[in-house]
């Protein structure tokens, strides 16, 4: 039986697959008639979201993955940066095994791109920020960046980033160059430039009406998104099943 943990990280997969979006309605007792759970459980789950910035409730309407404003965008790529540029300054060594795993995410992020997986790439561009927290040894700031990359996820779709997911890889690439060459500068100079990059792909407009029930089904449908299946050297990744191809056509960002 699901608990109020996992319900909470099928939510935030699911949003870091593209499959949940910004504004859709997440009911109650559909969620717990899915789960097999009480709708306590639920709540407690959507609770816990609320407090990590994911979701939001309205006295009369319900629960809902939040919309943020353009202003509040622009604060989650702030501090989105404050967090990626302090962790990099602030780790005293980095060890090969680091290296290695986040070589080797970049690997999958290649053969998700690839193969055309848009849950996949979509899920491991963004994934690449925890994952580089977990390497460096800090998982607190990787639970941190988790929320905040799901945040700018739902960002994008609703303000449509024009930074593809190529672009994104070879950023992600050029980071890990720099960190395997000892050159601590250059990786800080290039994390700064890819977050300004995505963020400046921003363009106001009008959101679309979500539809309120299609993505809770289909995230509730659809196995846990994977971005894991890479070995352990230091117990980096807590990965899950991968997700299914989706014949979603749009460019995916991080």
């Not at 409730?57 to 353009?70: D, H, K, L, N, T």
């Not at 890819?194 to 289909?218: F, K, M, Y």
Request: charged share 25%; aromatic share 4%.
């Amino acid at each position: 039986m699901q608990d109020a943990a996992s319900i909470g990280q099928h939510v935030i997969d699911a949003v870091l697959t593209g499959r949940l979006k910004a504004g859709t309605r997440l009911g109650e007792q559909h969620i717990a008639q899915m789960f097999g759970v009480s709708r306590t459980v639920v709540r407690e789950a959507l609770i816990r979201l609320e407090t990590r910035g994911i979701v939001q409730v309205s006295a009369r309407r319900g629960w809902f993955v939040i919309e943020p404003s353009i202003e509040e965008a622009r604060e989650a790529f702030n501090a989105r940066r404050a967090i990626e540029l302090g962790l990099l300054t602030s780790v005293h060594e980095i060890q090969p095994q680091a290296i290695e795993a986040l070589s080797k995410h970049i690997a999958l992020e290649r053969e998700a791109i690839g193969s055309g997986d848009v849950a996949a790439r979509s899920y491991l561009l963004g994934d690449f920020h925890v994952c580089m927290a977990e390497a460096l040894g800090n998982r607190l700031l990787s639970e941190i960046l988790r929320d905040m990359t799901a945040r700018t996820v739902l960002i994008s779709m609703l303000y449509q980033s024009t930074h593809d997911a190529a672009e994104s890889c070879d950023e992600h690439e050029q980071i890990v160059a720099a960190l395997q060459n000892g050159d601590r500068k250059e990786a800080i100079r290039l994390m700064a430039a890819h977050i300004g990059n995505v963020e400046a792909g921003l363009t106001v407009r009008e959101a679309p009406e979500p539809d309120p029930l299609q993505g809770l089904r289909d995230m509730l449908h659809a196995p846990p998104a994977s971005a894991r299946n890479t070995p352990k050297p230091t117990a980096l990744y807590r990965r899950q099943d991968r997700p299914q191809s989706q014949p979603v056509k749009r460019k995916s960002k991080s």
